[in-house]
DNA sequence: GACGCGTGGTT
DNA sequence: TAACCAAGCGT
């Protein structure tokens, strides 16, 4: 089932993907990993800017492992779940130390790296090193629970069967290629959202649309508010450590947050992370 | 397995 | 406009 799909996703990849330029021949294996961690659950049109910054100031693993770790998290800015950073700094630093300044090619040496799980080994050891492995990210989940399985969304959480599914169609030639335009299909036509069948080039053998693109009938997927969480008031405490060089008196943190209580614990939460120290005289600042 | 973790654009 | 969503990970 599914063999297919191939050569019309392949087809459909060369004309429309992207010039993303992590995916240049002549991306490092280090610049493909600070990308693939920056799109951990954040959008491609953010990402640019912030790896372009990266790579220009830190075109290799020993030159952030250089750095202080706060510094990577003042460069992340407003990416997000900034302690991807702090994970990319203590990457870099490993790297450097135990592989002598080269990232590792293989998955199971990538898995052991801080914030890189089972996506980001795949997708670095696929494509920065052209290994063959399932890279089972969000979009493909989706794709493939579509085309193949008649349903619009995936499990919330990757099952066996989907993983056998994904591994049962990795080509002999080429699986690097065919992870990345399975992915760009599901960025790109096979939205979440609002889909582009008419734009599909598997529309005709999709099982989801073939049935009549029936609702999903999941559990509900809960969507957590923002405002007024612990999380907002983590990233606006970070902000201002992030913005101030250097020092920063509690009082300039107190300023940004009303709920003491909730800003003590967020406050807490963050020193915890490794996110941010705390100095003498109850000042604070970004890691050092 | 469920939850916490940032941010901002889109609907 | 509140909710959803974006190349997930660690606990």
């Not at 959008?43 to 750095?67: G, Q």
């Not at 300023?255 to 003498?280: F, H, I, K, N």
């Amino acid at each position: 089932m599914g063999t297919g799909l191939h050569a019309p996703i392949l087809d459909w990849y060369a004309e429309n993907a992207r010039d993303l330029p992590w995916r240049r021949t002549d991306a490092s294996p280090w610049a493909i990993l600070v990308s693939e961690i920056m799109l951990q659950q954040t959008p491609v049109v953010r990402v640019l800017p912030i790896w372009a910054e990266w790579m220009e100031r830190w075109p290799t693993p020993a030159a952030l492992a250089a750095e202080p770790p706060g510094e990577a998290v003042r460069h992340w800015g407003r990416l997000g779940y900034p302690r991807r950073a702090l994970n990319l700094h203590a990457c870099a630093r490993a790297i450097t130390t135990e592989y002598e300044g080269q990232v590792p090619s293989t998955y199971d040496e990538l898995r052991k790296l801080p914030g890189i799980g089972d996506y980001t080994a795949a997708a670095v050891a696929s494509f920065a090193f052209g290994h063959s492995h399932a890279v089972l990210d969000t979009n493909v989940r989706r794709v493939l629970a579509r085309a193949v399985r008649g349903e619009e969304y995936p499990p919330k959480a990757t099952t066996t069967p989907e993983r056998k599914l994904a591994e049962s169609l990795l080509p002999a030639l080429d699986a690097p290629r065919w992870g990345v335009a399975v992915m760009e299909l599901g960025a790109l036509v096979c939205t979440a959202r609002a889909p582009r069948c008419a734009d599909c080039p598997v529309a005709a053998a999709c099982a989801w649309r073939l049935a009549g693109r029936p609702a999903y009938e999941g559990p509900e997927r809960r969507g957590q508010t923002y405002a007024g969480t612990d999380r907002q008031c983590r990233g606006r405490l970070l902000a201002v450590l992030r913005d101030a060089h250097g020092a920063v008196p509690k009082a300039a943190l107190d300023a940004v947050w009303a709920d003491a209580v909730q800003r003590e614990r967020a406050l807490d939460g963050l020193v915890t992370d490794g996110l941010a120290e705390v100095l003498a005289e109850g000042t604070y600042r970004l890691p050092s």
